[in-house]
């Protein structure tokens, strides 16, 4: 009896505790399908409800309404969420009824790489099409093989989803190839987003020329330039030096009632210093003030970045407290160009108060920024600091990259410690970075630096084995190092492997010879590689000149040096302060010194009116 009072009582607690689950359950699902109706607001369905599908072990998108009247099922993919955080859903029939497809005149921007704000999300039909583009190598295939695609909508969107992809990837030959079939070979009508994905592609690859004349056939074609436009052909004429072409860009954009914007003075300005005018750089930028335009981060960013190139680490400082004062919020790209600035300087102390400026601002250090510390550490000589910086990335998860293992190579190598670089440089293929020619060149400075030649033979061997061309430039440090060693029989077995190819021997190549004779006192040799070089079709340049004055400079021949610099400025090659330095220390009386002091002064006012008597 009391074994049965017992499972009676306890089947009523089971019978409680299920009842409260259920409940429970109940009012959960209630929760969920009011948040649900929040998220939905804006959408015809009241609530999705997910029932298992049994048979392939996923799921099923079912949709009802309040009022129980049948909804028109959405497709999965037709739903996304915005930016708000709301579900929102298209309509694929009213897309694909768009003229020219769903991406025709929509928001790519200069500078972002995107289409509508987004990174392209690559069909599996415009993935085949990148992949076959990317291997295969003859251009008429390509253009056969693209002629086999339907000239539907949905292509159309494929097509320029590609293009933008060969753009995030800076593959400018290919967008090229793309873009001119559509304009010259497919039945497609091309857009101003394809007229300016091939306007920046010629302009990338200095085709000038072309970049132009797909301007004017997208002003043919009654497309209507934007921005973008102006901003991409302005920024080809600059870095090509074609500075009246640039200013009529500007005029033009005023005659179409478009004032230049922020955006179109920076691809000026970019321009200017992809071309090496930083002086006109400079001068846009003061005219950009004048005019009223606000300089954005990007503007200053990249004056910071222009001073930073020339060594003035202090005008770079001042750009950003000016940057400052105009209530311009600096971003990562800016405090890295300024540590930059200071690195290359050698000012680690400065590099590293803007380090932890950027801290304090609330902004995360990237892989970017801790190289650049790094090579603050490198250029002042601490490679412990630059190993520190090294270990301190590392440990907040921040990955090194190539250039962060080469800074660490560079670092050891500078400071004569050899067997470091070479610690650091086989443990940068350990995370699966291949080593490129820059790595190998530095490791070869590195053990040039105690001119161990063996080690440094064994790297070029490495090289070879490991696939790495080759070039002209490792060919002429291993020339100088057998050349500074006095390891000539070397040196001109080299130079014939040079002059045999597929190398090409540039005036760099012959300075060093020039040079290594002259130091050594083969005077005879020397003259006889400095008179080759009309035969060669190469011009001396001031380091040639300098390098053979400095060899009779060795020896007092006061003379000799005298009749060499006016030969040099007969030929029209400007002298410089090793020019100047060369010539006082071949000075043996007070009398020369005052002459040769003479020469220099007048060399700042016109060189080519100096005459030495």
Known sequence: MRSRVQISKRNNTLGDFFSFVLALVDRVSHLVLVAGRRLVSKCPLNYILYEPRISKGGFRWKASASNEVPVEKWKQDSIFIDRRGRFRHFDHKKVSRKRCGSLRGRGWKYGSGFVDGIFPVLSPIAQQILTFIKTEKDPERIWSSLDTLRPTNHTWDDLINVAVQLRLNKQWDLIILMCEWILCRSSFQADVICYNLL???????????????????????????????????LKSYSKCGMIEKAEAVFSEMRKNGLPPSALVYNAYIDGLMKGRNSQKALAIFDRMKRESCQPSTDTYTMLINLYGKENKSYMALKMFNEMKTQKCKPNICTYTALVNAFARSGLCEKA?????????????????????????????????????????????????????????????????????????????????????????????SAYSRNSNVSKCEEIVNQMQISGVKLDTFLLNSMLNLYGRLGQFAKMEELLTVIEAGPYIADISTYNILINAYGRSGFIAKMEEVFQSLPAKNLKPDVVTWTSRLGAYSKKKQYQRCLEIFEEMIDEGCYPDGGTAKVLLSSCSSEDQIEQVTTVIRSMHKNVKTVELV
């Open 199 to 233: 306007i920046e592609a010629y302009g990338q690859s200095s085709l000038v020329k072309k970049a132009e004349s797909t301007y004017l056939a997208l002003v043919d074609a009654r497309c209507i330039p934007t921005e973008d436009t102006y901003a991409l052909l």
């Open 352 to 444: 590293e108060e803007v380090f932890e400026e950027l801290q304090e601002a609330g902004l995360e250090p990237d892989v970017y920024t801790y190289n650049a510390l790094m090579e603050a550490y490198s250029r002042a000589g601490y490679p412990q600091g630059a190993a520190e910086i090294f270990s301190l990335m590392q440990h907040m998860g921040c990955e090194p990259d190539r250039a962060s293992y080469n800074i660490m190579v560079d670092a050891y190598g500078r400071a004569g410690l050899h067997e470091d670089a070479q610690t650091v440089f086989d443990e940068m293929t350990r995370p699966g970075i291949a080593p490129t020619m820059k790595s190998y060149m530095l490791l070869i």
